[in-house]
């Protein structure tokens, strides 16, 4: 186990269209984290997912956006009807919990870029 | 909300140490995070600090906690060309919060002169 992966590394699509992205997290780190960053900026908190439960969304996380994990292990995030405002590298991140979590682990990003 | 704040951008030259500061606004954070990002690269996480802790050294990288002011800040000794990236600065939401997310600042860009 090398890290966190994500899948595609780079996404180009048109306005309208839904996109999915799939992140794995280290095989043993129950929490999974979905951030977006934009150019200049530093990452955004989307959601997390404790095992299979999501324990947190962001107000930044709009109705065209859904998050899963459904076997407590890879996680897909979907947009639909992308918007040119969509347009972000899309980080996942993973830890292991106990009382507190001590460093997380991100993958090397999805770059959407909406058309 | 919770906040947090760098300076966007800091010029070495190779050899001189650098310091780059931060300050976050949730008083409850238990740990903060200093993390790395190379153009085109996801975040290398460099080091932490808990609360209770005012300095943590690891090797040429320096972490000091003012909690009182809600200052951190990161020192690299020796800087080098290759230290040249983003350096971004997060607050972990403490358990008052109920967060389990990090709250990352602007990044300060690190330009490091030979």
């Known amino acids: 186990d090398t890290g966190v992966s994500q899948n595609p590394r780079h996404k180009i699509t048109k306005r309208g269209q839904n996109v999915t992205f799939r992140c794995d997290p280290i095989?043993?780190?129950?929490?999974l984290y979905w951030y977006r960053q934009t150019l200049g900026q530093g990452p955004e908190f989307l959601t997390y997912?404790?095992?299979?439960?999501?324990?947190?969304k962001s107000r930044l996380l709009s109705d065209r956006f859904s998050a899963e994990r459904p076997k407590g292990s890879f996680s897909t995030l979907e947009i639909q009807r992308t918007e040119q405002g969509d347009s972000a590298m899309y980080l996942c991140?993973?830890?292991?919990?106990?009382?507190?979590?001590?460093?997380?682990?991100f993958g090397s990003g999805t770059r959407l870029t909406v058309v | 909300g919770e906040d947090v704040e760098q300076s966007l951008f800091l010029s070495v030259r190779e050899g001189d140490s650098s310091v780059i500061n931060c300050t976050y606004t949730?008083?409850?954070?238990?740990?903060l995070y200093w993390y790395k990002q190379e153009p085109g690269a996801g975040l290398q996480l460099l080091t932490y600090?808990?609360?209770?802790?005012d300095m943590k050294q690891d090797q040429r990288l320096t972490v000091l906690l003012n909690k009182k002011d809600k200052h951190l800040s990161l020192r690299i000794a020796d800087t080098q060309t290759g230290d040249s990236a983003i350096y971004f600065c997060?607050?972990?939401?403490?358990?008052?919060?109920?967060?389990?997310?990090?709250?990352f600042g602007s990044g300060t860009r690190l330009q490091v002169q030979p």
């Open positions: 991140a993973s830890s292991f919990q106990m009382l507190q979590t001590i460093g997380y682990t």
């Open positions: 095989s043993e780190h129950n929490r």
């Open positions: 997912f404790q095992n299979e439960a999501q324990l947190e």
């Open positions: 949730d008083s409850s954070s238990t740990y």
């Open positions: 600090i808990f609360s209770n802790m």
């Open positions: 997060a607050s972990e939401g403490g358990m008052d919060t109920g967060r389990r997310a990090l709250t």
